[in-house]
């Protein structure tokens, strides 16, 4: 059985030219996320989403590892946590691993806002997506591919 690495071909002008539109789009999505953040029904700084999608996605947390996960010390984690906490969207539930540590859950307003948020960007998409002249089909089926491509890139 051959374990070796699958070697991509070389570029095309055509990868070149969905290489840059996939770019353009990856902006335009980041922008989707933007907008969708900022009309969350709580105020809400981007670090504090992505802790919130960090710990939906992923479980419980130590302040440590979502640290470590968004690049940052231990102090800025604690602070976006504390104000989380003070929103009422995560809290702090003993680790039943180490009793002198501390987890950080969702709150069901944590799940509601993420669930605003997602229902946001989703309308967003929607909209995108039915402007598409060619429709839907084809491209559901290419970003289907594109998205396992980009998961097989990142592991």
């Known amino acids: 059985m051959n374990h070796e690495p699958e070697i991509p071909r070389r570029p095309t002008d055509a990868d070149l030219r969905a290489a840059r539109a996939l770019l353009e789009l990856s902006r335009a999505l980041v922008g989707v996320t933007l907008r969708a953040v900022a009309a969350a029904p709580v105020a809400l700084t981007v670090p ?3 802790v919130l999608v960090m ?4 479980g419980p947390r130590r302040v440590g590892t979502l640290a470590d996960d968004l690049g940052v010390n231990q102090s800025n984690a604690s602070r976006i946590v504390d104000r989380l906490v003070g929103q009422g969207l995560v809290h702090r539930i003993p680790d ?30 929607l909209d995108v997506v039915t402007r598409v002249p060619a429709g839907a089909e084809g491209l559901a089926g290419a970003l289907e591919q594109l998205s396992a491509a980009a998961e097989e890139e990142s592991s």
């Open 48 to 50: 504090q989403h992505r």
């Open 55 to 58: 710990i939906a996605a992923d």
């Open 96 to 125: 039943s691993a180490d009793g002198r540590a501390w987890l950080v859950d969702l709150t069901p307003d944590g799940h509601s806002l993420l669930r605003a948020v997602q229902d946001h960007r989703l309308a967003a998409l």
